[in-house]
Structures are given as structure tokens and as C-alpha cells.
């Protein structure tokens, strides 16, 4: 019997994607590298660093690292500009009423989320009392494939990573809930998520029941 629940934030909860997205095209931008959505798809569930090293191999550029620090830096101020407005409407469809079936049927949930920003997001989503613990970027070293953020997001709620099953959206999050011997919902196009137990498009109309039923 799984007991606990680990959801991503970026592709599950809200999609924050469309703003990293225009954060980076305007610095790629000043910086003459073409960056096209397709290009973002990459940037997914990737730390902020890594993202701008890709965008960088795009341009096939090279910079100094305290200069690369000096362009992430401003990223996020512009990533967090575009936070300004976000509210509950952002939230993804269903997944409110999800989390609160769960916790009424006695889930223990926690977000597992590369983003240093996840506690902002949370409070401006009003979700913050959906969660019992929160691993964000702040919190881990390694990046998933690697299943540090999920596993200490088990043990944040004192479970063991067979207790829990994983909510993803990136095919290296599905990665890491295996590697962290969870299960996994992949949130999205079932070909690129492949490896995980079950596919959902996303939480409308979607039950802990079913998920139950389908993950045993
Ligand atoms: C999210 C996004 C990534 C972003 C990363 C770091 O991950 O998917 O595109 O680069 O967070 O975000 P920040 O710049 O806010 O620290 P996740 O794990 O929530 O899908
Ligand atoms: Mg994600």
C-alpha cells in the first residue's frame, strides 16, 4: 500500500515552462542565440545553470563562469517578474481536487522540484498547505536522472521511496523515482514517457482511485 505522493512542480502542478521560456529568449536574445520553444523543450525539469549552459551550446558560445552567473542571475529576475501575476487560476485542471482527495484519504504529500523558486510559486498558488514537505532546488545537489530529490522528499515524510509513488511530467523525473525505487506517473504524451508505470495527459477527471488501481 503506497502512503505517500511526490509531485514535480514545472508540467504537474502549473506550467511555469512558458515563463522560463520568456525569461531566457529575451536573454538569449540580447545575446544573438536563436531560441525557439523547441529549444526550451530541453530546459525542462533542468536546473537553472544546466539550462543556461544549453542555451549556450546552442549559440555554441563560451562565457566566464562568473559571467554565466551574472546572466542566471537576471534570468530569474525575469522569470520573477513574470511570477508577479500568477494566481489559483494557474493551477493545473484537477489537480487541486486530486491533492485534496488524497490527503482526505490519508496520502502524506510532498513536492520534488527542481526549482529554487518552488516555495514562491506554492504560496502564490495558494498550495502551501496542500504539501507536507517541499525539496526544492535549494535542497538537493544532484539533478534527476538522480533520485535525491525524491528520495529525500520520502524521508521528509518519513517514508520509505516504496511508499510512495512519483507524479512527473520529464522523462528524466520518471528516471529518478526508479532509481529511488518509487513508482511513476508520467503527466503528458505517453512516447516520451515511456518508462513510466502509467500515462495520465493530466489530473482532470483523474482519481486517486484509478491511480491506485493501475500502480499496484
Ligand atoms: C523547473 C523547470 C526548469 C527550471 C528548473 C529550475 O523544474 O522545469 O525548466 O530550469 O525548475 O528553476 P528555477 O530557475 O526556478 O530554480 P521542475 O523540477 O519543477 O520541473
Ligand atoms: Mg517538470
Wanted: proline letters at 2%; glycine letters at 8%.
Amino acid at each position: 500500500m503506497h502512503k505517500g505522493l511526490l509531485f514535480d512542480l514545472d508540467g504537474v502542478i502549473v506550467d511555469t515552462a512558458r515563463y522560463h521560456y520568456l525569461a531566457w529568449k529575451e536573454l538569449a536574445q540580447e545575446l544573438g542565440i536563436p531560441f525557439t520553444r523547441e529549444d526550451n523543450e530541453r530546459l525542462k525539469g533542468v536546473s537553472r545553470n544546466r539550462s543556461f549552459e544549453i542555451i549556450l551550446e546552442i549559440g555554441n558560445r563560451q562565457m566566464e563562469e562568473a559571467q554565466k552567473e551574472y546572466y542566471c542571475t537576471r534570468k530569474n529576475g525575469i522569470y520573477l517578474e513574470y511570477l508577479q501575476t500568477l494566481s489559483e487560476k494557474d493551477i493545473l485542471p484537477g489537480v487541486q481536487e486530486f491533492l485534496e482527495a488524497a490527503r482526505a484519504k490519508g496520502y502524506r504529500t510532498a513536492l520534488g522540484s527542481a526549482s529554487k523558486n518552488a516555495v514562491f510559486i506554492l504560496e502564490k498558488l495558494k498550495l502551501s498547505e496542500s504539501f507536507d514537505a517541499v525539496i526544492d532546488g535549494n535542497k538537493v545537489s544532484k539533478a534527476k536522472p538522480d533520485p535525491e530529490v525524491f528520495l529525500n522528499g520520502a524521508a521528509a515524510l518519513g517514508l520509505a521511496g516504496c511508499d510512495c509513488i512519483v507524479f512527473e511530467d520529464a522523462a528524466a523525473g520518471i528516471k529518478a523515482a526508479h532509481a529511488g525505487g518509487m513508482r511513476a506517473v508520467g503527466i503528458g504524451k505517453p512516447e516520451i514517457l515511456s518508462e513510466a508505470d502509467y500515462v495520465i495527459r493530466g489530473f482532470e477527471k483523474i482519481t486517486i482511485e484509478e491511480i491506485e488501481q493501475e500502480i499496484m
